[in-house]
């Protein structure tokens, strides 16, 4: 049988106008069997989808704050500049991985954005904007636990761990605010941020503010999260 190919939305570099990528991605989805093909940001939106049509599933990465303007507010100062031209072609790469029903695995920056289209908001800045005590943006080594996450039971995620206390690592300074439409919680952290999320009514839209490409290789449990969605890609 053929091996999947997944559809890897690349970070974007500022300073040097270019597109990069973090080895952890693209080795959880090797490990779980399947091929990463990073797409393009500079082609149109039209060869963009031309090239996703190709692929079995998409990964959405981390990178730039998600623009507030797609969740109708105004940029604060303590929101990161947003890349617009990754805004535009991640949407429509979601949309349609909606519309043919693939599945789709949001990290960090990717399940902020899933909230966002699915129309919910963003804590912008969690330190100016929410009060906690609980580290959400962890200093190396990121294989050890920042905070834990509760699995709420009677989900696809809980179902697949099999605990309701989980050790995570967390590296962002956004976070979900409003919760989107048709967006089920699978976890969240001890101080009441969204931590995991699934799509309703979807084969397989997952998404996780936590790192698991980051701790797969020596945490069986962030590695199930990939063996998870390639094995929704079969």
């Known amino acids: 049988m053929a091996k999947k190919i997944i559809a890897v939305v ?3 570099d500022d300073e040097k106008e270019s597109i990069w990528m973090l080895p952890g991605y693209m080795n959880g989805i090797k490990e779980a069997g399947a091929v990463p093909v990073i797409l393009p940001l500079a082609s149109s939106e039209q060869d963009v989808l031309e090239v996703f049509d190709k692929c ?3 990964l959405m990465t ?3 704050d998600v623009s507030p303007s797609l969740y109708n507010q105004k940029r604060k100062e303590k929101c990161g500049i947003p890349c617009n031209e990754r805004d535009l ?10 519309k043919q029903d693939k599945p789709v695995l949001g990290i960090c920056r990717g399940i ?3 909230n966002v289209l699915q129309g919910g908001t963003l804590y912008q800045d969690l330190y100016t904007e929410y009060e906690s005590d609980t580290e959400h943006h962890m200093k190396p080594p990121y294989t050890n636990v920042a905070h834990y996450v509760s699995i709420k039971k009677q989900t696809p995620l809980y179902e697949l761990l099999l605990t309701e206390h989980l050790g995570v690592n967390s590296y962002h300074h956004q976070a979900v605010k409003q919760l989107g439409t048709n967006l089920e919680v699978m976890a969240e952290s001890e101080d009441g941020l969204v ?3 699934r799509l309703k009514n979807k ?3 997952w998404a996780f503010q936590w790192h698991p490409e980051l701790d797969f290789h020596v945490n069986q449990n962030s ?3 990939f063996d998870a969605f390639i094995n929704a890609c079969r």
């Not at 072609?89 to 909606?98: C, P, V």
């Open 195 to 197: 931590e995991a999320v």
């Open 223 to 225: 590695k199930k999260i």
């Open 89 to 98: 072609i991640e949407s429509a790469l979601y949309a349609a991985a909606l």
């Open 56 to 58: 079995d599933g998409l």
């Open 203 to 205: 084969k397989f839209v």
């Open 112 to 114: 902020q954005l899933i």
């Open 10 to 12: 690349p970070l974007w």
């Open 62 to 64: 981390g990178g730039q």
